[in-house]
């Protein structure tokens, strides 16, 4: 490949600035754009636009779009980064590099969770240590051992939280457990974890209850149920 230098656009109007800017955040479906991604998706050079502007906030607002909203998105919690991780890792069907965390995959980049944990991998590893910490504490708890509470009858609580969720997604490889199709080879696909036997019906929520469906075959099962 040949190294080549990037265009400085000293003549090119500021409108024409403002137009790419605003195009690269409709593909992105976002209100604010990084410098990271106006140079990989848009027409010109971030820096070059935030030199014209005098800072790339100010480009932001000549283009009418939120900068301050990606500033406040870098703050956000662990457990936010981590329901995102869990959402791209299960689309992908596999392990998330830095170059997957875009939109529309993405809600963060890799920017973020590099910020938060101070590297990527870093986030990496705390994530699967609170994924194995719920599949070690899902494995230990003896549902005979459970109280059931008396207000709904049951010994677990209905909803799946995003780490169960995801145990159970791994455990059957990101693909519906009846029709076999994935996000990963099909994004139209859409994955829910459910209930073998209906929690309505006693079912508890529990690794050996809970399966992953697409949202046809969910809605399915809810049919002849």
Known sequence: MKFELKKVHRNTPESEFIADLKNTAIKLNQDFVTHQQQNEFG??????????????AKAHDRAGLNFARHQKSVRV????????????????????????????????????????????????????TNINSEEDASSESSIENLKVEPATKHKTKREINWRLRFIIMKR????????????????????????????AKGGETVLENLE?????????KSDLE
């Not at 590099?97 to 101070?118: N, V």
């Not at 990101?174 to 209906?198: E, M, W, Y």
């Not at 992953?212 to 399915?220: D, R, V």
């Open 77 to 128: 919690s662990d457990d936010e980064l981590f329901q995102n991780m869990e959402e791209v890792w299960t689309k992908l069907g596999h392990q998330p590099i830095q170059a997957d965390m875009f939109p529309p995959l993405s809600k963060y980049s890799a920017g973020a969770y590099k910020k938060h944990f101070g590297t990527w991998m870093k986030g990496l590893e705390i994530f699967v």
């Open 212 to 220: 992953t469906l697409c949202s046809k075959c969910n809605i399915g």
């Open 172 to 199: 059957d490889n990101f693909k519906c457990k009846d029709c076999g199709r994935s996000p990963a080879t099909d994004q139209s696909i859409i994955l829910h974890v459910d209930h073998k036997k209906a929690w």
């Open 43 to 56: 027409k010109f050079d971030a820096s070059n636009m935030a030199d014209r502007f005098g800072g790339w």
